[in-house]
């Protein structure tokens, strides 16, 4: 909707894990703002990653940056026009190892 959030959140129990949000647009152009514990609501004005460019939209986490835990992650998805999109998060422990949550 335009305007508006679209909210999801997702659980990480990996503390070496890599994690990849990515936002494919198929209608509008939305943006990709994600928290953590310490910010459990983000906005286009408070969060710990973005993601606002032109087209689809994708973060990498990794279990060395600032920000990381293990817990819930929190991705609020903001359309200016009306949007659809196909979001995914995915957990990846190594090359080897690999857990896959999806949300849309």
Request: charge should be positive.
């Amino acid at each position: 909707h335009r305007g508006r959030y679209a909210n999801f959140k997702f659980f990480n129990h990996d503390a070496s894990a890599r994690i990849c949000v990515t936002l494919k647009s198929r209608e509008g152009d939305p943006d990709l703002y994600i928290g953590n514990h310490l910010c459990p609501n983000p906005t286009r004005e408070d969060y710990m990653w973005c993601k606002a460019d032109r087209g689809d939209d994708r973060v990498t986490i990794h279990s060395f940056d600032q920000g990381f835990i293990v817990g819930y992650f929190y991705i609020a998805v903001y359309g200016l026009t009306d949007s659809k999109f196909t979001l995914t998060a995915r957990c990846k422990a190594d090359k080897h190892d690999k857990h896959e949550h999806h949300a849309k």
